[in-house]
């Protein structure tokens, strides 16, 4: 299945340093998905359906980096382009003999990076949609704190309503995120939408704020929200 999926991904570009990301961050996520499914004591199936979901969860990044030169979802949605072509246009047999849920697999891939996840969704598909949704921001995050992410910041305060919406520890929406210094924020905003204790966990135990923390230039500006973050995950790891 791997081996298949990294021929499928040598089809494009890998001169650019995104799909190369991508791909590593496919193989990571995998992990992240195998480790938090022996975490909550799933069944042989369930772990195996966790890895396919990990492994493929950006199927539709690399069209969409090739194609259209961006990460922005508001210009093309990976994530519905990806459940899409794996399960409606069946590509997903390209890759998997076996028989699986596809309806979980087209569920969890769809809303893995949305800003919320469908309220619709019940059981098996919510499970695995908060699965893949935290596999996905810790590796994120994991890569900020070694640098494969570049913290990029500018001259700029941090906007009014950014401010308040990571106080009142919800997720920035793209809109309200003007300046670098605000898609800063809007990386440690992910942590406000963990659903698991493995997650928080994994976090302290590789000390990933810390370590995003030390490339952080204007400590000044950023000490109190890194402090805030800190607080927070301590705080949800204790409930």
Not at 3 to 29: A, C, M, T
Not at 157 to 167: D, M, N
Not at 178 to 191: Q, V
Request: glycine share 2%; hydrophobic share 35%; charged share 30%.
């Amino acid at each position: 299945m791997i081996e298949k999926y990294r021929k499928y991904v040598e089809q494009f570009n890998q001169s650019d340093p995104r799909i190369v990301y991508k791909w590593g961050h496919s193989l990571r996520v995998m992990e992240k998905m195998q480790d938090l499914s022996f975490y909550l004591h799933q069944s042989k199936e369930e772990y195996e359906l966790a890895t396919i979901i990990g492994l493929f969860h950006d199927y539709g990044r690399f069209y969409q980096v090739e194609n259209f030169n961006t990460y922005q979802d508001k210009i093309f949605d990976h994530g519905d382009y990806g459940a899409e072509q794996l399960i409606l246009k069946r590509q997903i047999k390209n890759f998997v003999t076996q028989e699986v849920e596809e309806q979980v697999i087209y569920d969890a891939i769809k809303n893995h990076n949305k800003y919320a996840i469908d309220s619709n969704l019940q059981n098996k598909s919510l499970l695995f949609s908060k699965m893949i949704r935290d596999a996905d921001k810790v590796d994120i995050l994991e890569s900020l704190s070694k640098g494969a992410i570049e913290l990029d910041e500018d001259e700029s305060t941090i906007t009014p309503e950014v401010k308040e919406t990571f106080f009142n520890h919800q997720q920035l929406l793209s809109a309200i995120k003007r300046t670098k210094n605000d898609r800063i924020l809007g990386f440690l905003c992910l942590i406000y939408d963990l659903n698991y204790d493995w997650s928080y966990e994994y976090l302290i135990k590789y000390h990933i704020v810390d370590h995003i923390y030390d490339q952080i230039k204007d400590k000044q500006l950023f000490e109190p929200y890194f402090k805030e973050i800190k607080h927070f995950i301590e705080k949800e790891k204790e409930v």
